[in-house]
């Protein structure tokens, strides 16, 4: 029991130490602005469970958002997600359904692998949030309540400085 314990604190050591050999802007010192379109489904997750995968991906509606984000160290970040869901529901009203979030955002890639001074090619994030819920048009007993969010973030870094990148983030919304 000694020797693993002493073998995870060194593997714990190296890990700290091989981190801090490269600089870092420091906190807030990586901001960033997303621009999101993507899609919603209005049947859920349930739809798939039920082996009704044409359900599913039919009732896709469009979703458009913008996020604004930092990362305080290379493996740990945070932003705030303003999404607008557009034919979710019954109403009349352009924008059906709206959302505000809190996330946290974890760099897999630079948690297992070590953060190189710059950004890999293609990065994993782990997101998961809170936050508030809206919905618009009919006369609704309760049109405001709390939404929750995980999934993954698939990041491609481009050009030479890698300072543009496109993600895609399969995302599951609990409201």
Known sequence: MKKI??????LMMFITVSAQNYEYPGTFGMPYVNVNVGGISV????????????????????????????????????????????????????????TVLVNGKANLSNFFAGYKGYPRRVELVAVGGIGWGHDYGEPIIDPNYVVYNTGLELNANLGAARAWQISLRPTVLWN
């Open 5 to 10: 314990f002493s073998i995870l604190m060194a």
């Open 43 to 98: 049947n859920g997750l349930s739809s798939l469970v039920n082996s009704e995968f044409n359900d599913f991906v039919g009732a896709f509606r469009p979703t458009v958002g913008l996020e604004f984000g930092t990362y305080v160290t290379p493996v740990w970040g945070a932003s705030i997600e303003g999404m607008a869901h557009f034919n979710t529901t019954g109403s009349y009203t352009a924008v059906d359904q709206s």
